[in-house]
């Protein structure tokens, strides 16, 4: 899912987080907007993608319950998990 209002505190609250339960979660923005709402999306059990470390970022479903996760850039900062060499990243 794309987080809500770039991943901001004004929306991304716990219910509306927990209610979801995403796998994934991409936040648009220059910078981690909150770390409290990074800390709920992990907490709830997604991956977190922001396009300002990862680049464009493409989730594709056959619709079978597997994301196909696909990023333009690989990520280069030690304090955020490690992803696949190729960029993908298979959730299911």
């Known amino acids: 899912m794309k987080m809500d209002h770039h991943g901001k505190d004004t929306s991304n609250c716990k219910a509306f987080v927990e209610a979801l339960s995403p796998r994934a979660a991409v936040g ?3 910078s981690i907007a909150s770390q409290t709402v990074s800390a709920r999306y ?3 059990g997604a991956k ?3 396009n300002f470390i990862d680049g464009a970022v493409r989730i594709s479903t056959s619709g079978d319950g597997t994301y196909d996760v696909q990023t333009q850039l690989l990520r280069d900062l030690p304090s955020l998990p490690e992803p696949p060499s190729d960029g993908h990243e298979i959730l299911s």
Do not use: K
Request: hydrophobic share 55%; aromatic share 34%; net charge negative.
């Open 28 to 30: 648009l923005f220059d």
């Open 42 to 44: 992990l907490a709830s």
């Open 48 to 50: 977190i993608y922001y």
